[in-house]
Protein backbone atom coordinates (compact mmCIF):
# COMPACT_ATOMS: atom_id res chain seq x y z
CA UNK A 1 0.00 0.00 0.00
CA UNK A 2 1.15 3.18 -0.83
CA UNK A 3 1.41 6.74 0.72
CA UNK A 4 -1.09 7.64 -1.68
CA UNK A 5 -3.83 5.31 -0.84
CA UNK A 6 -3.45 5.59 2.94
CA UNK A 7 -3.71 9.53 2.73
CA UNK A 8 -6.82 8.53 0.31
CA UNK A 9 -8.52 5.94 3.16
CA UNK A 10 -7.32 8.74 5.90
CA UNK A 11 -9.50 11.58 4.16
CA UNK A 12 -11.84 9.32 3.75
CA UNK A 13 -12.04 7.98 7.17
CA UNK A 14 -12.60 11.69 8.27
CA UNK A 15 -15.16 12.78 6.01
CA UNK A 16 -17.27 9.47 6.62
CA UNK A 17 -17.20 9.56 10.21
CA UNK A 18 -17.74 13.00 10.86
CA UNK A 19 -20.39 12.88 8.72
CA UNK A 20 -21.76 10.19 10.71
CA UNK A 21 -21.12 12.55 13.88
CA UNK A 22 -23.30 15.10 11.69
CA UNK A 23 -26.14 12.70 11.24
CA UNK A 24 -26.36 11.03 14.71
CA UNK A 25 -25.49 13.36 16.96
CA UNK A 26 -28.09 14.38 19.46
CA UNK A 27 -26.48 17.40 19.50
CA UNK A 28 -26.64 20.29 16.97
CA UNK A 29 -23.31 22.09 17.83
CA UNK A 30 -21.99 18.95 17.56
CA UNK A 31 -23.30 18.25 13.84
CA UNK A 32 -22.04 21.40 12.75
CA UNK A 33 -18.72 21.21 13.74
CA UNK A 34 -18.21 17.87 12.93
CA UNK A 35 -19.77 19.05 9.23
CA UNK A 36 -16.62 21.55 9.05
CA UNK A 37 -14.46 18.12 9.33
CA UNK A 38 -17.03 16.61 6.92
CA UNK A 39 -16.13 19.63 4.45
CA UNK A 40 -12.14 19.54 4.90
CA UNK A 41 -12.31 15.75 4.65
CA UNK A 42 -14.10 16.65 1.18
CA UNK A 43 -11.60 19.38 -0.23
CA UNK A 44 -8.81 16.51 0.32
CA UNK A 45 -10.67 14.11 -1.62
CA UNK A 46 -10.83 16.86 -4.19
CA UNK A 47 -6.97 17.42 -3.81
CA UNK A 48 -6.28 13.63 -4.19
CA UNK A 49 -8.01 13.92 -7.57
CA UNK A 50 -6.14 16.59 -8.92
CA UNK A 51 -8.57 19.70 -8.18
CA UNK A 52 -7.08 22.46 -6.44
CA UNK A 53 -8.91 24.92 -7.15
CA UNK A 54 -11.89 22.79 -5.95
CA UNK A 55 -10.46 21.90 -3.49
CA UNK A 56 -10.07 25.49 -1.97
CA UNK A 57 -13.22 27.12 -3.46
CA UNK A 58 -14.54 24.32 -0.97
CA UNK A 59 -12.84 24.91 2.03
CA UNK A 60 -13.65 29.12 1.03
CA UNK A 61 -17.47 28.91 0.10
CA UNK A 62 -18.34 26.11 2.90
CA UNK A 63 -16.23 26.65 5.63
CA UNK A 64 -16.15 30.04 5.54
CA UNK A 65 -19.70 30.83 3.92
CA UNK A 66 -22.11 28.04 4.14
CA UNK A 67 -20.50 26.68 7.51
CA UNK A 68 -20.69 29.91 9.09
CA UNK A 69 -24.17 30.66 7.73
CA UNK A 70 -25.22 27.31 9.51
CA UNK A 71 -23.47 28.11 12.61
CA UNK A 72 -25.34 31.34 12.64
CA UNK A 73 -29.10 30.15 12.34
CA UNK A 74 -28.14 27.16 14.80
CA UNK A 75 -27.23 30.15 17.08
CA UNK A 76 -30.06 32.52 16.19
CA UNK A 77 -32.61 29.93 15.96
CA UNK A 78 -32.25 28.17 19.72
CA UNK A 79 -32.20 29.65 22.99
CA UNK A 80 -29.03 28.81 23.46
CA UNK A 81 -28.43 30.01 27.14
CA UNK A 82 -31.50 27.94 28.73
CA UNK A 83 -32.74 25.16 26.44
CA UNK A 84 -30.32 22.42 25.75
CA UNK A 85 -29.75 22.11 22.07
CA UNK A 86 -31.11 18.55 21.53
CA UNK A 87 -32.83 17.45 18.31
CA UNK A 88 -34.96 14.67 17.83
CA UNK A 89 -35.49 12.60 15.19
CA UNK A 90 -38.63 10.69 13.35
CA UNK A 91 -39.58 7.78 11.25
CA UNK A 92 -36.22 6.32 11.75
CA UNK A 93 -37.00 2.65 11.12
CA UNK A 94 -39.31 3.60 7.15
CA UNK A 95 -36.31 5.83 6.79
CA UNK A 96 -33.49 3.74 7.57
CA UNK A 97 -35.35 1.21 5.16
CA UNK A 98 -35.31 4.17 2.47
CA UNK A 99 -31.76 4.90 2.71
CA UNK A 100 -30.51 1.21 2.88
CA UNK A 101 -32.23 0.90 -0.62
CA UNK A 102 -30.98 3.61 -1.88
CA UNK A 103 -27.14 3.07 -0.49
CA UNK A 104 -27.87 -0.72 -2.15
CA UNK A 105 -29.13 0.42 -5.72
CA UNK A 106 -26.17 3.45 -5.97
CA UNK A 107 -23.86 0.70 -4.47
CA UNK A 108 -24.86 -1.86 -7.02
CA UNK A 109 -24.71 0.05 -10.02
CA UNK A 110 -21.44 1.40 -8.82
CA UNK A 111 -19.90 -2.03 -8.72
CA UNK A 112 -21.35 -3.73 -11.77
CA UNK A 113 -20.78 -0.70 -14.19
CA UNK A 114 -18.25 -1.03 -16.49
CA UNK A 115 -17.25 2.67 -16.54
CA UNK A 116 -15.49 3.70 -20.19
CA UNK A 117 -12.46 5.20 -18.16
CA UNK A 118 -9.74 7.06 -20.13
CA UNK A 119 -6.49 6.52 -17.97
CA UNK A 120 -4.40 9.99 -17.79
CA UNK A 121 -0.56 9.70 -16.07
CA UNK A 122 -0.23 13.66 -16.23
CA UNK A 123 -2.25 15.12 -14.07
CA UNK A 124 -2.43 18.87 -14.52
CA UNK A 125 -0.25 20.65 -12.04
CA UNK A 126 -2.52 23.35 -11.47
CA UNK A 127 -6.41 23.39 -13.13
CA UNK A 128 -6.79 26.97 -12.25
CA UNK A 129 -6.09 28.47 -15.24
CA UNK A 130 -7.54 26.28 -17.50
CA UNK A 131 -10.67 26.11 -15.37
CA UNK A 132 -10.45 30.13 -15.64
CA UNK A 133 -10.30 29.79 -19.72
CA UNK A 134 -13.45 27.30 -19.93
CA UNK A 135 -15.63 29.83 -17.79
CA UNK A 136 -14.79 32.64 -20.37
CA UNK A 137 -15.24 30.42 -23.38
CA UNK A 138 -17.49 27.41 -23.10
CA UNK A 139 -19.36 27.81 -19.95
CA UNK A 140 -19.69 31.60 -20.24
CA UNK A 141 -23.10 31.40 -20.32
CA UNK A 142 -24.08 29.17 -17.47
CA UNK A 143 -21.50 31.50 -15.98
CA UNK A 144 -23.20 34.34 -16.17
CA UNK A 145 -26.45 33.10 -15.43
CA UNK A 146 -24.90 31.68 -12.07
CA UNK A 147 -23.15 34.75 -11.26
CA UNK A 148 -27.15 36.44 -12.01
CA UNK A 149 -28.71 33.45 -9.84
CA UNK A 150 -26.31 34.09 -6.97
CA UNK A 151 -26.86 38.13 -6.74
CA UNK A 152 -30.90 37.39 -6.85
CA UNK A 153 -31.00 34.71 -4.30
CA UNK A 154 -28.80 36.79 -1.84
CA UNK A 155 -30.46 40.33 -2.46
CA UNK A 156 -33.62 38.15 -1.95
CA UNK A 157 -32.21 36.07 1.43
CA UNK A 158 -31.28 39.62 3.38
CA UNK A 159 -34.87 40.88 1.95
CA UNK A 160 -36.70 37.99 3.69
CA UNK A 161 -34.50 38.28 6.55
CA UNK A 162 -34.75 41.68 7.11
CA UNK A 163 -38.42 42.85 6.41
CA UNK A 164 -39.61 40.16 8.94
CA UNK A 165 -38.06 41.41 11.83
CA UNK A 166 -39.15 45.11 11.07
CA UNK A 167 -42.79 43.79 11.10
CA UNK A 168 -41.98 42.19 15.00
CA UNK B 1 -0.85 4.98 -11.87
CA UNK B 2 0.49 2.41 -9.52
CA UNK B 3 -2.07 3.24 -7.14
CA UNK B 4 -4.60 0.90 -5.49
CA UNK B 5 -7.10 3.50 -5.17
CA UNK B 6 -9.27 3.27 -8.28
CA UNK B 7 -12.90 5.46 -9.58
CA UNK B 8 -14.71 2.76 -7.66
CA UNK B 9 -13.30 3.54 -4.42
CA UNK B 10 -14.43 7.18 -4.85
CA UNK B 11 -18.02 6.78 -6.10
CA UNK B 12 -18.54 4.61 -2.77
CA UNK B 13 -17.48 6.82 -1.33
CA UNK B 14 -19.66 9.44 -2.60
CA UNK B 15 -22.76 6.60 -2.24
CA UNK B 16 -21.88 6.44 1.23
CA UNK B 17 -22.14 10.06 2.24
CA UNK B 18 -24.67 10.64 -0.41
CA UNK B 19 -26.83 7.83 2.18
CA UNK B 20 -26.23 9.70 5.47
CA UNK B 21 -27.07 13.07 4.01
CA UNK B 22 -30.54 11.52 2.75
CA UNK B 23 -30.79 9.83 6.03
CA UNK B 24 -30.11 12.93 7.63
CA UNK B 25 -32.80 14.69 5.07
CA UNK B 26 -35.42 11.98 6.05
CA UNK B 27 -34.82 11.71 10.12
CA UNK B 28 -33.83 15.22 11.73
CA UNK B 29 -36.81 17.21 12.57
CA UNK B 30 -34.58 20.43 12.98
CA UNK B 31 -34.78 22.60 9.88
CA UNK B 32 -30.78 23.40 10.19
CA UNK B 33 -29.78 19.69 10.54
CA UNK B 34 -32.23 19.13 7.15
CA UNK B 35 -29.88 21.67 5.49
CA UNK B 36 -26.79 20.02 6.69
CA UNK B 37 -28.22 16.54 4.85
CA UNK B 38 -28.69 18.56 1.48
CA UNK B 39 -25.13 19.61 1.99
CA UNK B 40 -23.91 16.43 2.49
CA UNK B 41 -25.75 14.82 -0.48
CA UNK B 42 -24.47 18.19 -2.58
CA UNK B 43 -20.68 17.13 -1.92
CA UNK B 44 -21.21 13.64 -2.41
CA UNK B 45 -22.51 14.54 -6.19
CA UNK B 46 -19.20 16.96 -6.23
CA UNK B 47 -17.01 13.61 -5.41
CA UNK B 48 -18.82 12.10 -8.20
CA UNK B 49 -17.79 15.07 -10.68
CA UNK B 50 -14.67 15.39 -9.94
CA UNK B 51 -13.76 11.59 -10.10
CA UNK B 52 -15.26 10.80 -13.00
CA UNK B 53 -13.41 14.19 -14.78
CA UNK B 54 -10.24 12.87 -13.14
CA UNK B 55 -10.65 9.40 -14.31
CA UNK B 56 -11.80 10.57 -17.40
CA UNK B 57 -8.41 11.79 -18.92
CA UNK B 58 -8.64 14.50 -16.58
CA UNK B 59 -11.13 16.01 -18.46
CA UNK B 60 -12.14 19.39 -16.87
CA UNK B 61 -15.56 19.37 -17.94
CA UNK B 62 -16.50 17.87 -14.25
CA UNK B 63 -14.76 20.64 -12.35
CA UNK B 64 -16.64 23.11 -13.71
CA UNK B 65 -19.73 21.55 -13.67
CA UNK B 66 -18.96 21.32 -10.13
CA UNK B 67 -18.00 24.79 -9.46
CA UNK B 68 -21.57 25.32 -10.32
CA UNK B 69 -22.78 23.05 -7.87
CA UNK B 70 -20.79 25.39 -4.83
CA UNK B 71 -22.52 28.52 -6.55
CA UNK B 72 -25.85 26.98 -6.06
CA UNK B 73 -25.41 25.37 -2.62
CA UNK B 74 -24.00 29.09 -1.36
CA UNK B 75 -27.21 30.70 -3.09
CA UNK B 76 -29.24 27.30 -1.49
CA UNK B 77 -27.73 28.02 1.81
CA UNK B 78 -28.52 31.70 2.05
CA UNK B 79 -32.36 31.34 1.14
CA UNK B 80 -33.12 28.72 3.10
CA UNK B 81 -31.63 30.26 6.29
CA UNK B 82 -33.60 33.12 5.56
CA UNK B 83 -36.93 31.25 5.06
CA UNK B 84 -35.47 28.93 8.37
CA UNK B 85 -34.98 32.52 10.24
CA UNK B 86 -38.09 33.93 9.39
CA UNK B 87 -40.39 30.68 10.15
CA UNK B 88 -38.48 30.71 13.55
CA UNK B 89 -40.00 34.64 14.29
CA UNK B 90 -43.42 33.52 13.56
CA UNK B 91 -43.38 30.30 14.99
CA UNK B 92 -40.34 30.02 17.62
CA UNK B 93 -39.60 26.38 16.35
CA UNK B 94 -37.70 25.26 13.63
CA UNK B 95 -39.22 21.58 13.95
CA UNK B 96 -40.41 21.11 10.55
CA UNK B 97 -43.15 18.71 11.95
CA UNK B 98 -44.90 21.56 13.81
CA UNK B 99 -44.54 23.98 10.70
CA UNK B 100 -47.79 22.97 8.81
CA UNK B 101 -49.54 26.36 7.73
CA UNK B 102 -49.09 28.16 5.04
CA UNK B 103 -50.62 31.21 6.63
CA UNK B 104 -51.84 31.93 10.07
Known sequence: MELFD??????????LGSAVVVVFSRNIIYSAFSLLFTFFGV??????????????TQILVYVGGILVLLVFGVMLTNKVVDVDMKTGTLQVLPAAMVVALTAGTLC????????RLI?????????????????????????EVASIVLLVALVGAAMIARKERKQA | MTSQITLTHYVFLSAALFSLGLFAVLTRRNAILVLMGIELILNAA???????????GMNLDGQAAAIFVIILAAAEAAVALAIVLNIYQRFRTVNVDDINKLKE
Open chain 1, 119 to 143: PSENVLPTTAGALGEMMMTSYLLPF
Open chain 1, 6 to 15: IIFWLFALIT
Open chain 1, 108 to 115: GIFYVTDW
Open chain 1, 43 to 56: AGVYVLLGADFIAV
Open chain 2, 46 to 56: NINFIAFSRFG
